[in-house]
C-alpha cells in the first residue's frame, strides 16, 4: 500500500488559499490547515467591536474555510516571534508598514518547521504571480521559497504551471496538469475555480488580511514608536491601536476615546492598566490615557473627553478620573471646542 | 474526567480559540473545560473548531457581555 501523501496549507480565510487547498485535494492528497496569527490580523471581531458593524458575520474566515473543505486547522500565536520580522524586515515595508515579502518567508518557514515535525510532506499557498505589489511577484516567488527552506516542497497551486515543476508534480504525488496558469490581480479565474468547486459565501477583503497594510492603522503604528522612542509593541498596543479617537495634544502622552458603546466597553478591559477617565455631570465616553500624563495633561486629556461628551457646549463639566491604583479624583474643565483641538492632534 | 476553567476574557478573536486549543492539549478525553470570554465571535468559533478538532459543545451561555462555553474534550 502506497503512503499517503499529506500537505499543510497557508490558511489566512480568503478565496485563494481555500482554492489552493481544494486543488491539492481533490487530487487525493491529505491536507491538513496552518493559520498564524500576529496581532495584525484583520478579523470580523475586531470590526464588531463597534456597534456599527454588528450586523457583518462574526466568524473567523480561516475555521469557516476550514470547516467547509472538511479539514482539520491549526491556528498558531506568532505575537512575540513576528516583532522581529516587522522592526526589523530585510526587504523592507510596503507602500505602509506592511513588511509583506518578510512575512511570508517568516509564514512558509514556520510551516516548513510543522511540516517536519508532523512529518507532512509538502506545503500549500494561494499565491498568484502578480497578485500583491510586494510578495506575490515572479521575482520573489523563488526568494519565499529559497528564504523560507521549503525550496521545491511549495506548492502555488493556482500559478504552478507558470513556474517550475515543485517535487510533489516531480515525483507524481500530484498532477501538473491539474493544476492552474493564474496571474494578475484579476478575481475572474478564482471566481470561475470557486464555482466549479460549489465554493459560495467566501470572504474577498479589499484591503487584504492584515491592519499594516492600512494607512491609517500604520500612522498609529508610527506614532506608537516615535512616542516612546523604541520601535517595540506588546499586543494590548496593537490591538488598541484599533480602537477609538487617537489623539496626541503633546509627545509625552495620547488619549484613547470611544467612539460609541462596543469600543467603551472594550476599553472598559483595560482600566487598570491605563489612567481613564469619562465625564461625570454628562452622559460621554470613557477615554484611556496613554503615557507619562502630568497633572496639567490630564487637564487637557478631560478637556478632550468632554467634547466628545454631550456637555461639549457647557461652560463647565466634571470629569471623573481614576489612576492606576483605581483612585477616583474629579477635575472641572472647560470641554475644548472644536478649533481648539489642532488637526496634527488627530493621530 | 476533570474539569477545569479558562479565563479568555479581554481577548479577541482568534486568540479565545488559540488559547483552547491550546488547553485542550493539556487535557484529556473526556475532560470538561468552561472557556469564558468577552468576544460575542467566540459563540460561533469555538464551536466551528471543536467541530472541526473533534471536542463537544456542552453548553454556551451569555451573560452581562460575558459568553460561557462549556465543552467536553475528544479523541
Known sequence: MSKQIKAVSLISGGLDSMLATKAIMEQGVHVEGINFFTGFCVEGHTHAIRKKDKQKPKRNNSLWVAETLGIKLHIIDIIEEYKDVLINPKHGYGANMNPCLDCKVFMVKKARQWMEENDFDFIITGEVIGQRPMSQRRDTMPVIAAESGADDRLVRPLCAQMLPATLPEREGWISRDELFDFTGRGRKPQMALADKYGLKDYSQPAGGCCFLTDESYSKKLVDLWQARGTKDYELDDVMLLKVGRHIRPKSNFKVIVAREDGEARFLQGYKKNYINMNCASHRGPLALVDGDASAEDLHVAAQIVARYGQGRDAEQVEVLVRDLAGNESTLQVKPFAKDEMPKEWFV | ?75
Open chain 2, 1 to 75: 474526567m476533570s474539569q477545569y476553567d479558562l479565563d479568555a476574557r479581554r481577548l479577541l478573536c482568534p486568540l479565545p480559540v488559540i488559547r483552547t486549543q491550546d488547553k485542550i492539549k493539556q487535557l484529556q478525553q473526556g475532560d470538561v473545560l468552561r472557556v469564558t470570554c468577552t468576544d460575542p465571535g467566540v459563540l460561533q468559533d469555538i464551536p466551528a473548531w471543536c467541530r472541526i478538532n473533534g471536542h463537544k459543545v456542552l453548553e454556551t451561555k451569555s451573560a452581562e457581555y460575558e459568553y460561557i462555553i462549556i465543552l467536553e474534550v475528544g479523541e
